[in-house]
């Protein structure tokens, strides 16, 4: 069984830490595209501040 990426964010505001498999945010890319949305989809659910990545691990 091949390993997923999954990428590491952490919040530069309320520091909530989450972790995001590659495929959702490729379809969070794609969906903001096709909707004439900006960003990425990777806002804090806690504070709504923009994410940053922090890299990522395989599961």
């Given at each position: 069984m091949e390993k997923e990426k999954w990428y590491k964010y952490k919040c530069n505001s309320c520091?909530?830490?989450d972790e995001i498999p590659e495929?959702?945010?490729?379809?969070l890319f794609v969906l903001s595209k096709l909707e004439g949305v900006e960003g990425d989809?990777?806002?804090c659910p806690e504070c709504g501040f923009k994410m940053k990545p922090q890299?990522?691990?395989?599961r």
């Open positions: 520091n909530f830490e495929f959702i945010l490729d379809e989809g990777t806002n890299g990522f691990i395989y």
